[in-house]
């Protein structure tokens, strides 16, 4: 299956600029609310193929009604998250990707959008786990879809001399376990096309559903290829993803004192939407981060954060500290 034959399932060209994500997180100020609206309104990495992908989420892109509903649902959850917690605080989350799984199936059982029809199915043959579906829903249209959720941080590894333009394989993980092309290619060949097969129908979920795939995160770039001085792949990363940078431990402590009035580290479970905090006594030193991520030695993801003229604090921009030798190794590992 190639990128042509879905869609993905997120922004869509014809939506009303009141409901831009940057405006609505603006509003909002309960962290797993921020999540859920990120998740719904924010960015996606694929650029959508064909146009038309809003239908998953809000029913018919063309009513406005649909839009202004999950915007009223969401400011109805920021005033009273107490609900959203406890589902949370049962799940005992640890890993981002499961927490973004946990917030869209709350928004499924609980919002005004798609219904929930199942989630996490599993597909088998002869005892052998196939896969696993991560949602079939269905909207008030009728349509069944089965969406793939992921959220993913990749880290733009840079260019060797002979190659000056970017490539899918170009970004990886953090960690140099997973790279941007290897994960959309499982997407569309193997997770996508499960709701397909023969053995789907013999669990309960007879077809036909609609494919779709919806992913969220953020990119981030060197010093060496920000945005604008490199060309992407158009065909395959949406033009406005989110978008972050990454520095070397040794390049540190000069970006930090330039770039914001505070920093705190991101843990992993606050991967998602842009963050707000309301003491700046919760932000490390800068020489405190710099100690832990050359302790790790691993990639540390921070967050500048500004004043936000009510005596808190927002996110002004985030990124990874690198360890000095993480370059080279992210270039090898991009060329494997």
Known sequence: ??????????????????????????????????????????????????????????????DPADLSA??????????????????????????VGRLAETLLAWYLRTGPGPRLVAANVPLRRAGITLGECDFLVETRQGARLHWELAVKCYLHAGHEPHRPSARLADYVGPNLQDRFDLKLMHLLDHQLPLSAREEFASIGHAGPWTPQMLVRGWLFYGPDAMPGAVSVEAAQIDPAHGQGWWVTLAGWAAFAAA?????????????????????????????????????????????????????????????????????ALARAFADQ
Do not use: C, K, Y
Not at 14 to 36: C, E, I
Not at 77 to 95: F, G, K, V
């Open 1 to 62: 299956m190639d990128a042509a034959s879905v869609t993905a399932a997120g922004h869509h060209a014809g939506q009303p600029a009141a409901h831009d994500a940057a405006s609505l997180l603006d509003d909002l100020r309960d962290p797993a609310v921020r999540d859920l609206a990120w998740l719904l309104f924010g960015p996606p990495l694929v650029r959508a193929q064909p146009a038309g992908e809003l239908a998953a989420l809000f029913g018919d892109p063309a």
């Open 70 to 95: 999950t915007v009223d649902w969401l400011r109805a959850q920021d005033a009273n998250p107490e609900p959203l917690h406890r589902e949370l605080a049962q799940s005992r989350i640890t890993r």
């Open 259 to 327: 770039h914001a009035e505070r920093w705190r580290v991101l843990p992993r479970l606050e991967w998602l939407a842009p963050r707000r905090d309301g003491s700046a006594q919760t932000f490390a030193e800068v020489d405190a981060l710099t100690a832990r991520s050359a302790e790790r030695n691993e990639p540390l993801m921070v967050a500048g954060f500004v004043a936000d003229g009510e005596g808190g604090w927002r996110e002004r921009s985030r990124g990874f500290i690198v360890p000095d030798g993480w370059p």
